[in-house]
């Protein structure tokens, strides 16, 4: 992949998509650090400060930041993540969605001008919500209509240039715009995980031990990562053959093919629905005063990650098994939604081709869906791996949330892959197109 990377490099034209995508992000990165006007940032930044660890924290990570500091970024591209899989779990709701997402190109540009629209309208209500819930206690340095409503358009037109920039990087630059903008955003706090790692593992010790801390924290990450490159990676291929037919005097067809199945089929889903369906009541209890002595505030605080594993209150843990059952819950559903046994079994009927050993048709489907649910459950253990083992370190250790742990890097090293494969198709194609202008 690096050796495509630097192949890609030479390349006049792919190099100047390249550099087009290094020149967004800088944009990106600026308007990260542009405070919103009127906002009392020292307010935001204490009280982020005194919910460390809640659920708050893999949304600021996903924002690089421009959450705690309320920037013009603040809500960076996470409405348009919501809508993009709302409109995806609507696609196989309504009918009508599902035929545009089937007429081919016209039908998906009309499904994207629809999540834009969804995107603009969720930003809007998020902004909404927290500059009225936060604007009273002190968010707001004067709140008045007139400031709300700054805060809240700039809030809302950010996100939206997000979608734009991320748009423009998909059309001009490497392709996977806004999972680029999410990675970078996700990598910039990479500085403040390793300056927590230090400070709680070797800051004060001797030089011996600094190193032997420095050695297992290097290993344990480049095993995480490892473990994340084979599970994104691993597929199952289920061979195909398909018949020979008799086309004027000759008989055509007969070539042999193969269904992959990817292990992680519902990629980092799963992890992001599992977590936002938790941190939900969460986040709307930070709004009120909620007495965490009672039944309900322990429930509350048993939904948090921030209180699992910790050996001074193991009850909390339980809220780390259903944070496992959820997982893979949403595992199934995706797959199910996202992969079709039955409709593969009867185009693959159509079309004269079969699994061998396997009759056409039901029996097919039956197989497909047999295989499928084995491969699910493969990959959603493996998903709970890479977002538990983060986890249990986090309390066991009190070290907090990092932006390598878990979901994030998941996202970090599927997004690093994809960039990659995108790269080098870019180089190839241009390859042919010299070769046939040659």
């Known amino acids: 992949m690096w050796k495509a990377f630097r192949n890609a490099l030479k390349v006049k034209e792919v ?30 930044a204490q009280w982020f400060a005194s919910q460390s660890g809640t659920a708050f924290n893999f949304f600021d990570a996903m924002t690089g930041g421009s959450f705690t500091s309320m920037s013009v970024f603040a809500l960076s591209i996470t409405p348009y993540i919501t809508s993009s899989i709302i409109i995806q779990l609507l696609t196989i709701a309504i009918p009508k969605l599902e035929e545009m997402q089937k007429e081919g190109e016209e039908g998906r540009k009309v499904i994207a001008k629809i999540t834009r629209y969804v995107t603009v309208a969720l930003a809007l209500i998020e902004s909404t919500a927290m500059t009225i819930g936060f604007g009273r206690s002190g968010l707001l340095i004067d709140f008045t209509w007139y400031n709300a409503i700054v805060v809240i358009v700039t809030m809302t037109a950010g996100s939206a240039m997000l979608m734009w920039l991320g748009e423009r990087i998909t059309e001009k630059g490497v392709g996977n715009g806004i ?7 996700i990598l910039s706090g990479l500085p403040d995980d390793f300056a927590t790692l230090y400070s709680t593992f070797m800051s004060g010790k ?94 509350l605080q048993g939904l948090s990650s921030s209180n ?3 050996p001074d209150d193991p009850i909390l843990t339980l809220g780390l098994i259903v944070y496992i059952v959820l997982i893979i819950a949403f595992a199934y559903f995706y797959t199910s939604i996202t992969f079709n046994p039955i409709e593969i079994a009867d185009n693959m009927k159509k079309q004269g081709g079969f ?24 990959g959603a253990v493996g998903l709970l791996i890479v977002a538990v083992i983060p986890i249990i370190f986090s309390g066991l250790f009190g070290i907090g949330q990092l932006s390598f742990g878990g979901t994030s890097i998941i996202i970090i090293v599927g997004v690093i892959l994809e960039t990659l494969k995108q790269i080098e198709s870019l180089t190839l194609v241009r390859y042919y197109k010299g070769f046939l202008n040659d």
């Open 355 to 378: 699994i061998p050993g396997i009759r056409p048709g039901r029996p097919t489907s039956d197989y497909l869906n047999r295989i499928l649910n084995y491969i699910v459950f493969i």
């Open 308 to 310: 699992w594993c910790n």
């Open 179 to 185: 999972s680029i903008i999410l990675l970078v955003n």
């Open 206 to 299: 001797s030089v011996a031990m600094a190193a032997l801390a420095a050695v297992i924290i290097v290993v344990i990450i480049l095993a995480i990562v490892g473990f994340v490159v084979m599970l994104q990676g691993g597929e199952r291929r289920i061979p195909v053959q398909y018949a020979k037919k008799m086309q004027g005097r000759r008989f055509v067809g007969g070539q042999s093919s193969n269904i992959p199945l990817k292990v992680n089929t519902a990629g980092v889903i799963p992890v992001i629905f599992a977590s936002s369906l938790m941190s939900f009541p969460v986040v709307i209890a930070q709004f009120f005063s909620v007495d965490y002595t009672t039944v309900g505030g322990r429930i």
């Open 15 to 44: 190099r100047k998509r390249i550099l087009y995508t290094f020149l967004i992000l800088i944009v990106v990165r600026i308007g990260a650090l542009l405070p919103i006007p009127g906002v009392n940032t020292d307010y935001f």
